[in-house]
């Protein structure tokens, strides 16, 4: 692979340009948010920690992730590169906080993905069973040694998609983002129909206070429902780790973000609303709050809400919906460790670019291997796999996101008092986004060491929870010291500077 360096130091790696407008973008942001997905995972979550309020906890989330989108869009229009987070912050704040935030985001995705497997695989089990009629096929998700084996299927089938190229990611996006967002604003429209034609379990009526996160809520609940409701908008940054596959590269990133998130955040309240009016948060029956209910809230409203023939529609939307993320879900993580192979954190091997699909082949298969190792471990330890991963993801998501946040401050710190847009959107909007994830993440990693804060799971009375999402970040750092031994080069200065010296050596 022939690799360039520009004006700023930076590498060109090798990736498609020029692929990418912003309405692709923001599609392949939408289906790594994976709304029916998200939602069929997350809901269940927000109304055990917060109850009616999950809107206004929903709206709670949007606020940091919408503030810290503008960091990613400023940073991205002055460094399009697809390492995103790891380069910006590297290039802040040095290579030791680069190499940790890069980490960050290569393990949330790694969680997030055997999210995604598992809830495809519980839902294709659902469909089938609908299907041919047959419920003893909807408990073949419950045999943990089927669940594995299935998942690790749809983990290896999606390495493969990935593996060819990004024009085939945004063509297979288009149908499958398009027919989830139809079948979840009808389901929605249904449900509210219901709700109004009084034939609805809990009927309830609109509530303007659902919407307000500043009355009836703990703190330990409110920071709960926040890192569900973070989970929720995870995903949208893959636009902005596609900038060197962009027709502009510093402009159609940040457009794209900006798109995915608002887009997100109004099918989020909408279908919100209208499954509490319906369903309610009661703990019995359809409720919310029920517990059999929570970890796939939309396996239970299906039938009720759409009727026989629409509830398969509804499970098949949401197993399109994992299916598409689970593929576009490699593509920010394959990039980042594209980029930390280029720059030198990670070993040389993953700097590869596939000469014909143009895509980072090493990366993305390590990706899919290691997904499929850690929900393998995660199951055998846990009878809750979903809940445990999306509390632990809220984490990384903090974690990272966060880093970037306070990176675009520093970085154009220089420049903040030359004008009155610079102040607002590279200096306050990110600063107060990435305090608000900061102290999301304090609180998260303190309650995630109550086992009752997760799925009960534990490792010596502390939460499981705390190993995959705080143990992570620990782990990390160990794995960051072996590689300053081991490939000091990165280690021994900030980017750009380090750059040259790695192409010399990789090219």
């Known amino acids: ?62 606020v940091p992730m919408f503030l810290t989108a503008y960091a990613y869009r400023e940073l991205n229009s002055r460094i399009p590169d697809c390492g995103a987070s790891f380069t910006w912050s590297a290039k802040a704040f040095g290579p030791y906080v680069g190499w940790m935030c890069g980490w960050g985001m290569v393990m949330a995705t790694t ?79 249904t449900a509210l129909i219901r709700v109004g034609a009084g034939n609805a379990p809990a009927g309830l009526h609109f509530e303007p206070g659902w919407f307000n996160p500043f009355t009836g809520l703990t703190l330990s609940a409110f920071a709960i429902g926040v890192t569900g409701s973070i989970f929720a908008f995870w995903g949208w940054d893959t636009c902005l780790t596609l900038g060197e596959e962009s027709r502009d590269p510093n402009r159609v990133p940040g457009r794209a973000g900006l798109l995915c998130v608002l887009s997100i955040l109004l099918t ?78 990670f070993p040389k091997r993953f700097a590869e670019v596939h000469p014909r699909f143009l895509v980072p082949s090493y990366s993305t298969v390590v990706a899919g291997v290691v997904t499929g190792g850690f929900y393998t471990v995660v199951t055998l330890l846990s009878e809750h796999t979903l809940m445990d991963t999306v509390a632990a993801l809220g984490i990384m998501i903090c974690w990272y996101y966060g880093i970037t946040a306070f990176a675009c401050v520093w970085y154009f710190r220089r420049e903040l008092l030359s004008s009155a847009r610079n102040l607002v959107f590279k200096g306050v909007f990110p600063l107060l986004g990435g305090v608000m994830l900061l102290a999301v993440f304090v609180v998260s990693v303190r309650e995630s060491m109550n086992p009752a804060n997760g799925s009960g799971a534990s490792i010596g009375g502390i939460g499981l929870v705390f190993f995959m999402g705080f143990g992570m970040l620990v782990l990390g750092a160990v794995l960051m010291l072996v590689m300053c031994w081991r490939a000091p080069e990165y280690f021994r200065g900030r980017m750009p500077e380090r750059a040259a010296m790695v192409v010399a050596e990789t090219g």
């Open 111 to 189: 969680i997030v993905l055997s999210n995604l497997a598992s809830i495809g695989v519980e839902f294709a089990y659902l469909f089938l069973a609908k299907v041919f009629d047959q419920p003893g096929l909807a408990e073949l998700a419950d045999n943990k040694a089927v669940n594995i084996v299935s998942t690790l299927v749809f983990i290896a089938v999606a390495t493969a998609v990935s593996s060819r190229g990004i024009t085939t990611s945004q063509r297979v996006q288009y149908v499958l983002v398009g027919f989830q967002m139809v079948v979840l604003i009808g389901f929605a429209v």
């Open 268 to 345: 989020y309240l909408l279908v919100a609303v209208a499954v509490m009016m319906y369903a309610g948060t009661g703990t019995d029956g359809l409720g919310l709050g029920n517990g059999a209910n929570a970890a796939n809230v939309f396996g239970a409203l299906a039938d009720p809400v759409l009727g026989s023939w629409g509830g398969p529609v509804l499970m098949l939307a949401v197993l399109a919906s994992s299916a598409a993320s689970l593929q576009t879900t490699f593509l920010p993580g394959a990039r980042t460790m594209l980029a930390m192979g280029v720059y030198g954190a």
């Open 1 to 62: 692979m022939t690799t360039t360096v520009d004006e700023q130091g930076f590498v060109d790696k090798g990736l498609a340009a020029g692929k990418v407008g912003t309405f692709a973008g923001a599609v392949l942001g939408i289906s790594t948010v994976a709304p029916g997905y998200t939602l069929t995972a997350s809901i269940g979550l927000m109304v055990a920690a917060v109850g009616l309020k999950m809107p206004a906890i929903i709206l709670a989330g949007f």
